[in-house]
């Protein structure tokens, strides 16, 4: 079993910058491809990025395209979502997610997920 926990959540204004940070346990993470996801409440969870299980590859949603970056550190058993350039449309509860595969952008295709950290950016 995996277990995922994100932090780096908060407030931002316009044009900040947030990191975001999902520790995982387990010895297989490097295994894994992961994805980030965004929720907004009364809303369907959100495809942002995913990154394979080396790292080496990531692939974006249109709407963070040039402005989110997704890296992984697998000896930290640890994924990040660098955000730059926050719009106030960012905002939502940010969740990772392991996958058996990648590319993957359905949420229903993820098994593993976190608990969830909020960002909010005021305009």
């Known amino acids: 079993q995996v277990q995922l926990s994100e932090s780096g959540g908060g407030l931002a204004q316009t044009g900040g910058s947030l990191r975001l940070s999902c520790a995982a346990s387990?010895?297989?993470?490097?295994?894994?491809?992961m994805g980030w996801f965004r929720q907004i409440p009364g809303k369907e969870r959100e495809f942002v990025a995913c990154?394979?299980?080396?790292?080496?590859?990531?692939y974006y949603a249109d709407s963070v395209k040039g402005r989110f970056t997704i890296s992984r550190d697998n000896a930290k058993n640890t994924v990040y979502l660098q955000m730059n350039s926050l719009k106030p449309e960012d905002t939502a509860v940010y969740y990772c997610?392991?996958?058996?595969?990648?590319?993957?952008?359905?949420?229903?295709?993820?098994?593993?997920w976190g608990q969830g950290t909020q960002v909010t950016v005021s305009s």
């Open positions: 387990g010895r297989t993470f490097s295994s894994y491809p």
């Open positions: 990154i394979n299980g080396s790292g080496g590859s990531a």
């Open positions: 997610a392991t996958v058996r595969r990648y590319p993957v952008v359905r949420p229903a295709e993820y098994g593993y």
